[in-house]
């Protein structure tokens, strides 16, 4: 099947930026292997979850990891290089290759989240996520006095 | 909150590949709950599905997850949850179904617990804490052959040893050999200071019912208590080698089959407790024995070895027990072990002899009852005992000690105890071979010395124990 290799598809972002991208590619998202294999495939792929600037680093990182000439260590190298992002950032790519079904990304990037929030007290996780802290004082004391090894 | 729920059903229903919770999902309905309690915005998490959340959790690990339940109170209920806290149960090195059965049968120390707590009702988390909190303890199990000893945090026993405890007919009192015992294997381990607490088995002596042996067991455990008293160690637990074989297979009540070196013992175990009152068994066929005719069997065919011990290793490399005796003598049953310095061995009948004589004792010239007889006979006792409302206590077997590990043993027994008892009683028949090899006692005894309530529930201290001598009230 010499046809599948250069058989192209068209993602449209939820703005309506489209990204022309090859099929070989694109299937590593499962949603959209999905599509493909069951022919519900329209021209172009409307992703209403997926903004352009998020799409575009999606489709870096797919066309990336697609690539059949690249060793394991080097896509490695990139990995750890894409990854260097604002947290925000990683938010969406994360909600992104969620609705994508995109395990590879997800794997990474929640290997990232996990790293980072592993350094952080518990004020820092509120800023970052952007969180109400809705515990009264007394509250929280006691939260934290029933785990009191995880304190340690 | 809207957005949550629209947010999780929609990545739920999303992902066709996603995991069997997506039928009957535990999250939502917790969530549904959750409605009813005035949450304030959480922000950039609100986005996020629960499952991704919980998979950043299970990479963080047990530590940095318990810390996050300080954020805020979405995420305490979130982290709180069982399935996080049993994934992180079953990431430690001992399997997760035994620490569930463990923290569910035997919490309460005995008397066990007849109705053991509902899995729901017990948090993960917290158990997870505790079972942190434990120190750890060193576990001794000596039986009549062979001494197991180690720490009850490592994988496996650090040290074995053949048992110098002689426990016939000598000059000293009980109480010092042990302490010379207990203080050669301490020194062996090289513990200076004693700040663990000890759990040690107690090897099966006069099993019968009458008040002498009754005595004798009791003065057998009160020695225990007290050589290691004296020696300063801060808590002990004394539990039979057979009920720590019994744990160590995730049961609390059967039939424990140990084949031990001088002997077989046959022990009802009900809950926990030893029925002496149905009856022990005994047979006068351990491995001792089987490595002896191993050795007489092979000199028949002009090969001699002085040591018992490279009999030995040939046996437990070489030998299994054939499910059709007749069946095998026919077959062609050669295989060969090279044993250091004496080179390559082979064995054909023997191999499978070897064990048989469990079965048939006259092939070794024994008038010892056949393990199948002794078995049926303990299940007939306890049958007759009528001891519970459930008839089945009794129909599992399981098998622990050294020779039991013998490939093949478990499905033969099975097989023969089925054939001689009547269908009525031996529907629903099970004999589980050693789960963890050699070494079913001292497993059993890690897995009570790691439970989050050891040191309450299981030990003795020496404030306790000199109370309870005092007052005789030591069961």
């Given amino acids: 099947m010499s046809s599948s290799e250069e058989r192209k598809l068209i993602l449209k972002s939820s703005d309506n930026e489209e990204f022309v991208?090859?099929?070989?590619?694109?299937?590593?998202?499962?949603?959209?292997?999905?599509?493909?294999?069951?022919?519900?495939?329209?021209?172009?792929?409307?992703?209403?979850?997926?903004?352009?600037?998020?799409?575009?680093?999606?489709?870096?990182?797919?066309?990336?990891?697609?690539?059949?000439?690249?060793?394991?260590?080097?896509?490695?190298?990139?990995?750890?290089?894409?990854?260097?992002k604002p947290f925000d950032d990683l938010l969406e790519l994360i909600l992104a290759a969620n609705y994508l079904d995109f395990r590879e990304l997800m794997d990474v990037l929640c290997n990232t989240c996990a790293k980072q929030m592993e350094n952080w007290s518990v004020e820092e996780v509120r800023e970052k996520f952007n969180i109400q802290n809705d515990y009264t004082v007394e509250e929280e004391k006691a939260a934290r006095a029933e785990n009191p090894w995880a304190f340690e | 909150m809207a957005t949550l729920l629209r947010k999780v059903f929609g990545s739920v229903s999303h992902r066709p590949g996603?995991?069997?919770?997506?039928?009957?999902?535990?999250?939502?309905?917790?969530?549904?709950?959750?409605?009813?309690?005035?949450?304030?915005?959480?922000?950039?998490?609100?986005?996020?599905?629960?499952?991704?959340?919980?998979?950043?959790?299970?990479?963080?690990?047990?530590?940095?997850?318990?810390?996050?339940?300080?954020?805020?109170?979405?995420?305490?209920?979130?982290?709180?949850d069982n399935e996080l806290w049993m994934y992180f149960l079953q990431n430690q090195e001992q399997p997760g179904d035994s620490i569930l059965f463990a923290e569910t049968h035997l919490r309460s120390g005995f008397p066990l617990q007849v109705f053991p707590t509902q899995a729901p009702d017990l948090s993960f988390m917290h158990i997870y804490g505790q079972r942190v909190q434990v120190p750890g303890a060193i576990i001794i199990d000596g039986g009549s052959g062979?001494?197991?000893?180690?720490?009850?945090?490592?994988?496996?026993?650090?040290?074995?040893?053949?048992t110098f405890l002689e426990?016939?007919?000598?000059?000293?009192?009980?109480?010092?050999?042990?302490?010379?015992?207990?203080?050669?294997?301490?020194?062996?381990?090289?513990?200076?200071?004693?700040?663990?607490?000890i759990i040690v088995s107690i090897p099966l002596r006069h099993y019968d019912d009458t008040e002498f042996a009754k005595g004798s067991r009791r003065q057998l455990k009160e020695a225990i208590y007290s050589a290691l008293f004296d020696m300063n160690v801060p808590a002990v637990c004394a539990i039979n080698q057979a009920t720590l074989a019994l744990f160590a297979a995730r049961h609390t009540s059967g039939i424990v089959v140990n084949i031990g070196f001088h002997q077989t013992s046959i022990v009802p175990i009900l809950n926990g407790k030893i029925m002496h009152k149905v009856g022990v068994e005994a047979i006068g066929i351990g491995a001792l024995k089987l490595t002896g005719f191993l050795k007489e069997q092979m000199q028949q065919n002009n090969v001699n070895f002085e040591s018992l011990y490279t009999v030995r290793t040939l046996k437990e490399n070489l030998c299994y027990v054939a499910l059709d005796y007749k069946a095998e003598l026919s077959k062609d049953t050669r295989a060969s072990f090279r044993v250091p310095s004496e080179g390559w061995i082979t064995l054909s009948k023997e191999r499978f002899q070897t064990g048989e004589i469990l079965f048939q004792p006259r092939i070794a010239g024994m008038q010892a009852m056949a393990l199948q007889q002794a078995v049926a006979l303990c299940m007939d006792h306890c049958q007759?005992?009528?001891?519970?409302?459930?008839?089945?206590?009794?129909?599992?077997?399981i098998l622990a000690g050294g020779s039991a590990c013998l490939p093949g043993l478990s499905e033969r027994l099975e097989k023969e105890l089925r054939g001689y008892l009547p269908t009525s009683m031996?529907?629903?028949?099970?004999?589980?071979?050693?789960?963890?090899?050699?070494?079913?006692?001292?497993?059993?005894?890690?897995?009570?010395?790691?439970?989050?309530?050891?040191?309450?529930?299981?030990c003795v201290t020496k404030k306790q124990f000199r109370h309870w001598s005092r007052r005789k009230q030591m069961w």
């Fill in chain 2, 167 to 197: 426990f016939g007919n000598i000059e000293s009192p009980m109480s010092s050999r042990l302490r010379h015992f207990f203080s050669i294997i301490c020194s062996r381990m090289q513990l200076k200071t004693f700040t663990q607490p």
């Fill in chain 2, 18 to 80: 996603s995991s069997s919770r997506s039928n009957s999902n535990p999250q939502i309905d917790r969530f549904q709950q959750m409605m009813y309690i005035q949450i304030s915005s959480v922000g950039e998490f609100d986005r996020i599905p629960i499952d991704i959340f919980i998979q950043i959790l299970k990479i963080l690990g047990p530590k940095e997850s318990a810390k996050l339940r300080a954020v805020c109170k979405s995420w305490k209920y979130i982290v709180s």
């Fill in chain 2, 426 to 458: 031996s529907s629903g028949i099970r004999v589980i071979p050693p789960p963890y090899g050699v070494d079913s006692a001292w497993f059993g005894a890690k897995l009570v010395s790691n439970l989050s309530t050891f040191t309450g529930s299981w």
């Fill in chain 2, 384 to 397: 007759d005992a009528e001891l519970t409302g459930d008839n089945n206590w009794y129909k599992t077997v």
């Fill in chain 1, 21 to 84: 991208v090859k099929e070989s590619s694109a299937v590593q998202c499962l949603t959209i292997k999905n599509l493909v294999e069951d022919r519900c495939v329209s021209d172009p792929i409307p992703l209403a979850n997926v903004d352009s600037k998020i799409l575009a680093l999606v489709i870096e990182f797919m066309e990336k990891h697609a690539e059949t000439t690249l060793s394991n260590s080097e896509k490695k190298e990139f990995d750890v290089e894409f990854v260097k």
């Fill in chain 2, 146 to 162: 062979y001494c197991k000893y180690g720490w009850s945090k490592y994988s496996a026993p650090s040290g074995r040893s053949a």
